[in-house]
């Protein structure tokens, strides 16, 4: 069925370096994959999405890569800071004669100071 | 203000009740959702819903049920077949597009005793 993988699961960083997350889904009629964050005790939020017919997209400290071929997609965020650390998920929107996304199970992030 | 909203916060619930949680919004969303978050699973997919009087069963929608009467209410019911009930509940909504961002609510927490 269709399956939206994620990892690693736990990640620590310092202060400033970067930060990689990784997903691959199964379904290659897939056309949009976001990302939320979801800091403790509150809602998922979006942070950054694209499209298929993107391969990249920044936003500041945040950018998101896409490779359709092998059907997995990234986030990066550069120059961490301690308000970073959250969950972050991913998802991938399947079509399906309806539309529905499909969650990644997490990644915790933690910068250390 | 615009949003959407859960309803209770916090729940607690004997072994054998059924219970309902609350989701509305006032984006005037075509499309609601209903995610089930435990640690380490991510959000898993409960029932969504494209249209009003219409709805789809997600990955894990034994146990719950849920109705779509109007646009802006999309209620849970947690029945007592469902086996493992007590987990975080996040409710969201969206254009009903394949491309475009999810609004969650804060979320309801449920725990059966």
């Known amino acids: 069925g269709e399956n939206v993988e994620q990892h690693p699961s736990t990640l620590s960083v310092q202060e400033g370096d970067s930060a990689v997350i990784k997903c691959t889904y199964s379904d290659s009629a897939s056309n949009y994959f976001p990302w939320y964050k979801q800091e403790l005790g509150k809602r998922p939020q979006l942070i950054i999405d694209?499209?298929?017919?993107?391969g990249e997209k920044k936003d500041q400290r945040i950018a998101v890569t896409l490779n359709k071929t092998a059907k997995h997609f990234s986030l990066h965020i550069t120059e961490t800071q301690p308000e970073d650390s959250a969950v972050y998920f991913c998802?991938?929107?399947?079509?399906?004669?309806?539309?529905?996304?499909?969650f990644g199970t997490g990644t915790r992030l933690k910068v250390l100071a | 203000d615009g949003g959407i909203t859960q309803s209770p916060k916090y729940l607690f619930r004997k072994e054998g009740q059924n219970v309902t949680l609350s989701c509305e919004q006032n984006?005037?969303?075509?499309?609601m959702y209903w995610y089930r978050q435990d640690p380490g699973q991510g959000l898993r997919l409960i029932y969504y819903?494209?249209?009003?009087?219409?709805?789809q069963k997600g990955d894990i929608a034994e146990g719950y049920s849920v109705s779509r009467e109007k646009k802006e209410s999309f209620p849970l019911t947690v029945t007592s077949a469902q086996k493992n009930p007590t987990a975080f509940y996040l409710c969201?909504?969206?254009?009903?597009?394949?491309?475009?961002?999810?609004?969650f609510g804060e979320g309801s927490r449920l725990t059966v005793l």
């Open positions: 998802a991938a929107s399947i079509i399906s004669g309806t539309y529905k996304y499909i």
């Open positions: 819903s494209q249209i009003v009087n219409d709805f």
């Open positions: 694209i499209r298929s017919n993107v």
């Open positions: 984006l005037n969303h075509d499309a």
């Open positions: 969201a909504s969206g254009q009903g597009t394949n491309t475009g961002e999810l609004f």
